[in-house]
């Protein structure tokens, strides 16, 4: 299989070129294993353990090296959008009362809809909260 080492300087230049266009570790994996069956390629080694020898390189540079790189590059998941304001404080505008399916909330100057924590328990206007989880559009709520 002559033509092999091309295959596998294709794989490492197209995993450059979707690492550097992405910078979010999604090939960098894929770079070190396709080296190591590049060099292979240069021996009387059969195509399969080529790619079994790249499948597997790849999985254990994904398993073992992925926890390390995002520890060193300080790689956090970051809460978005509705998720963003679990655990923040928010003020009463509107009753709650789990009975009556009424209340609102007021989180980052945004007005949700909210409900209490604790089925049985109410809260009046200007208490302040803290948001514990979020049910469809409804944020639950409680001291």
Do not use: H
């Amino acid at each position: 299989m002559e033509y092999m080492p091309l295959v596998w300087l294709g794989v490492i230049i197209l995993a450059v070129i979707v690492e550097a266009a992405t910078c979010a570790l999604v090939s960098v994996w894929f770079i070190p294993a396709a080296v190591v069956s590049l060099v292979l390629s240069f021996f009387p080694v059969a195509l399969w353990v080529q790619i079994m020898v790249f499948l597997g390189c790849s999985a254990l540079l994904i398993i073992f090296v992925k926890g390390i790189f995002k520890k060193t590059l300080g790689l956090k998941s970051v809460a978005t959008n509705a998720d963003a304001v679990i655990g923040e404080e928010a003020v009463v505008t509107e009753a709650i009362d789990n009975a009556k399916g009424s209340g609102q909330v007021k989180v980052r100057g945004q007005i949700w809809t909210a409900r209490a924590y604790d089925k049985d328990t109410t809260y009046e206007t200007g208490e302040i909260l803290n948001v514990v989880a979020i049910e469809g559009v409804k944020l639950i709520c409680k001291k």
